[in-house]
């Protein structure tokens, strides 16, 4: 992973106006993530910055008890679907100018990626619409959350920390990474990557800091990588 090849080191950053509502599929989470949610059922499971994931939708089939957090879910059902749309048209749109940002092998187009993604996301709509009232989606916002210690067994943060390093500094990363250990046992990151397709440049001095404080992480490489150089999870425990 320290390794970068000359491709990566050359490939043009993507600016995304802001912090896009956004979101994957489970079965992309379960690659990315290194996990299987049938091995969950009857766990507390965190999804962390969740934006228009489908997955607590889709884990709850498997029995997982999916809490999804995003700032967004202080939207109701009608203003989350506008803002859904416009960021997914944001997002497709600075992707659209910066191929090179994308492992193309990984889709045959731009066009079936983004199919792909707003399935995701009009599955995430109808489960928001019937679940809104339930408590499985939440506006929390780290670095603080209003959880209690230990309420899961697992937390996922997937397309936040690292991917947004031009806008959200070290201390940000630092304390969203110890309040999300604080509040899960075990605790994924992916990608490693920011915008720019480049390793955060301070994971070595945040893992020897986070060290210090009796947490544990290790990098481990996964089978998915749609973003150049995203081929790396980072898991952390408690010692
Ligand atoms: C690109 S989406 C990631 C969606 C999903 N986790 C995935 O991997 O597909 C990033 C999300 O981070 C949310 N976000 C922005 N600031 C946040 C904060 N301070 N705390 C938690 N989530 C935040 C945004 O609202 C947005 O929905």
Redesign the pocket.
């Known amino acids: 992973m320290s390794q970068k090849s000359d491709s990566q080191e050359n490939a043009p950053a993507v600016h995304f106006d802001h912090?896009?509502?956004?979101?994957?599929r489970l079965k992309?989470?379960e690659c990315?993530f290194n996990f299987s949610t049938s091995d969950y059922s009857n766990k507390q499971i965190l999804?962390?910055?969740?934006?228009?994931?489908s997955?607590a939708s889709e884990a709850s089939i498997f029995g997982a008890k999916v809490t999804a957090?995003?700032?967004?879910y202080a939207l109701d059902p009608t203003a989350a679907h506008t803002r859904a749309k416009e960021?997914f048209d944001m997002?497709m749109a600075s992707i659209r100018g910066k191929q090179d940002y994308l492992v193309k092998t990984t889709f045959k187009s731009l066009e079936e990626l983004a199919e792909m993604r707003w399935g995701?996301t009009e599955k995430f709509l109808v489960d928001y619409k019937a679940q809104y009232q339930s408590g499985r989606y939440l506006a929390?916002?780290?670095?603080k959350l209003s959880f209690e210690d230990n309420t899961f067994d697992l937390a996922?943060?997937?397309?936040?920390l690292f991917?947004?390093s031009d806008r959200?500094d070290y201390a940000?990363h630092r304390d969203?990474l110890i309040e999300l250990c604080r509040v899960a046992r075990d605790v994924r990151l992916?990608p490693l990557v920011g915008t720019d397709t480049k390793e955060y440049p301070q994971l070595k001095e945040l893992r020897s800091e986070l060290l210090d404080q009796g947490i544990e992480s290790r990098m481990i490489d996964v089978d998915y990588a749609v973003i150049q150089g995203s081929g790396t999870l980072l898991q952390l425990t408690h010692k």
């Open positions: 912090i896009a509502f956004f979101g994957r992309e989470y990315f999804d962390v910055a969740a934006g228009t994931s997955f957090i995003d700032p967004c960021d997002v995701a929390e916002t780290l670095p996922l943060c997937g397309h936040f991917l947004f959200l940000f969203s992916y």
